[in-house]
């Protein structure tokens, strides 16, 4: 295996796993109401989960399609505008699900309980099924976007080795979600969501130099400088751990001005997240 094919997989599975379990917790959560219910209400309860939560994957999977019949439309320079906003959105999107997460999640995971909870208690069970779709096809819909944007004008070909990285990021969201519910300690669930959430901002930081790096192939923009300095004998982006690196969080063994600065602007937004007064929003 390519150093290539193990980058590409690695983020496959990393996205598929975040995405995924992202979406079993909010399952988990839609039906922890029903757990001193009657067995007829957790009956209905999971059905109208279940059915949502399969017409929100049905609506990830039509956007997978609508957006590889439009790759597969365009082509020349188009289809490298393309790839470069698939890039580009993922990033953004990435770096603002984690500050999403680090400022309401807690939250909006006790409104969404209760939600769930006044809707079952009322027989709404109609709306009950469309929040559980809304929910996955939400997360369905951000792994699609970041897989294309990640996968866009990559060499990698194998169809088998994209589905074994998301069945393997599918069957680990599933073991944490089973470790979750089975009383790990709260230290242990707050490292792996802290985990989860710089996985995310590294795979975001590498896709924002993938699309600066297209761009600039266009002629979109400038670079602003030549190469400022010159790290390659120590460790080279274009082979081995180092194209891992790169290919993970934009490291550049050569940097121009302007994918520094926009580094620098990526990871100084980021760290806001974990700084007053968004983080103690987050603990509180």
Known sequence: MTSQTLLESFRIATVVWRESFEALLVIAILQAWTVHESVETRRRAARSIAGGAAVGMLTAVGLAFLMGEASDFLDGDREEVLQLILAATASALMLRMVIWMRSSARHASSDMKSRAAGLGKTGNWAALGLLAALAVAREGAET???????????????????????????????????????????????????????????LGSGLLMAALDKAVSLDFISTMTSPLWDTSWFLDDATGPGAFISGLIGYRARPELLPLLALGGYWTTALLAYASPLANKALA
């Not at 969201?173 to 707050?190: D, E, H, I, P, Q």
């Open 144 to 202: 699609v976007v970041f897989l294309f944007g990640m996968l866009s004008g990559s060499d990698l070909g194998s169809a088998g080795v994209v589905a074994g990285s998301g069945t393997l990021g599918l069957g680990a969201a599933l073991m944490t979600l089973v470790a979750f519910r089975s009383g790990a300690s709260s230290f242990s669930k707050k490292a792996v969501l802290t985990f989860s959430q710089i996985l995310l901002l590294a």
